[in-house]
Each structure stands twice: as C-alpha cells, then as structure tokens.
C-alpha cells in the first residue's frame, strides 16, 4: 500500500468513527423524540459534550483532509464538485428539518458551517496563508473569541446590534448572546477554529508520519465507510426514524 491510501485511510477512518458515534447519538436522540427514553438532550452535559466532541472530530479531520488536498495539488474544479455537494446538502436538511421541526429548523448546521469554513480555509491555504504556526495561532484565537464575543454582546454592545446578531441572517457568524432555538448550530465562531486546528495537525510532522504509516486491519475496513460520510451522513437519520417509525406500527398492530 502506498503511503498516501495509508495516509488517507488512517484519516477516513478517524471519520467513519466519528460517523458511528454520531449515530449513536442520534439513535439515542430519535428514541427520545418519539417517547421511548426521557432525556434532556439541550442541557445535560452527557449528551451537550458528546455533541461537541463529534462535531470536533468532525471538522479536525474536515480541516485536515483539505490541507492534506491542497498539499497534493486539488485543483479548484474538483473541491468546487465536492463543495456544491455539501452546500446542496445543507439546503436539504434545512428543508427536512422544517418540515420536522418548524419551531427550531436547521439554517446553520454542521453542513452549512463546513461548507463556509471549507471554502475560506481552501483560499487561504492555497495563497499560503495557513501554513507553520498560523494555524495554530488563528484556531485558538478563534476559539477563544466566541465567549468573549458574546459577553461583550451581553453586556457593552448596542442592543440593536444584539438583536441582529441574535437573528437567523447573522447568528452564523457565532457572535450571539444565546444558543438560538435550532437543532443543529455550528457557527463559524468557534468552530472556524476547530477546523484550523485540524489544518495544523495535518501540517505537524509527527501527525503527517502517523498519517504516512501504513493503516491497521481494523482501519481499513472503517476507511470506506469515512470516504462516503456525506452520503452516510444524508441517510443515516431517515433510515433510522423509518426504522423506528416501523418498529412502532407493528408494536401498534
């Protein structure tokens, strides 16, 4: 095996297990929804920091694979093809999601926020931007901004400002004084930063050997699964409701 599928099956399969722990999560949320279980899945930090840690794997590995791209000379025509597919996908699920949920509707979630993140963090690697400890430097930066951000919106900013900033067309940018009522909200505040650490990581020398090495069994056979996660990620909420939808009716009968 070459040192580039090792490298990339290594990658894909830190992303097939954040795919599987996300559904995980998401089956416990479904039962929940539909009266089986009774969880607060907004407010207990059971489940508000496991959504955390699979978003953050998530983009570590999104902000890694585009540097690892860029390095191997992506071409703009190809990231544009596989852009289009994600920001597709976030207007599917903003649809879905208010034909669901109509009070808390999806209008920036994790495809939204990685369709922007990826189209910014593409630009500035490919003038050369991101590169050494930049980075590193802008990701914690960027981390670090989102409360302090909302503090001063709290407590210092104009409340016109505020009330904008709070609303649908600007709380994307992460600089809100509360969690809007959403199922889903990524914003770029912090998370452009999540993903910067992942373009860091990807550029470190000793990740870039890890990465280099060649992948174990149990890697490999996880590797495909991460190489389709866009897709995974579309089906797996359908086929899991259905299931459930199924499961119930024939309880019923």
Not at 46 to 60: E, H, K, P
Not at 80 to 101: K, P
Not at 131 to 158: C, D, M, S, T, V
């Amino acid at each position: 095996m070459s040192a580039a599928a090792a490298r990339h099956d290594r990658l894909d399969a830190l992303r097939a297990l954040a795919l599987l722990w996300m559904t995980a999560y998401h089956f416990a949320f479904d039962l929940n929804h539909f009266g089986h279980i009774r969880q607060n899945f907004y407010a207990d930090p059971v489940w508000t920091a496991q959504r955390t840690a699979i978003v953050s794997l998530f983009l570590l590995c999104a902000g890694a694979g585009q540097a690892l791209a860029v390095q191997a000379g992506q071409r703009w025509p190809r990231f544009a093809r596989r852009w289009a597919q994600v920001a597709g996908c976030a207007l599917l699920v903003s649809l879905g999601s208010w034909w669901i949920f109509p009070k808390s509707w999806i209008s920036f979630g994790v495809l939204h926020g990685m369709a922007l993140m990826l189209l910014l963090t593409r630009a500035l690697l490919v003038r050369g931007a991101l590169r050494g400890a930049w980075p590193w430097l802008g990701g914690a930066l960027l981390i670090a901004a989102a409360p302090l951000a909302g503090a001063w919106l709290r407590e210092a900013a104009p409340p016109a400002l505020a009330q904008a900033l709070d609303g649908r067309w600007l709380n994307w940018l992460g600089i809100v004084t509360r969690k809007p009522v959403t199922e889903d909200y990524v914003p770029l505040l912090p998370w452009l930063g999540v993903l910067w650490l992942g373009v860091g990581a990807a550029q470190w020398a000793p990740l870039r050997a890890w990465l280099a090495r060649p992948a174990s069994a149990a890697a490999r056979r996880l590797a495909p699964l991460g190489r389709w996660s866009l897709s995974y990620y579309m089906l797996h909420q359908p086929l899991l409701i259905g299931l459930l939808l199924a499961w119930a009716a024939l309880r019923g009968g």
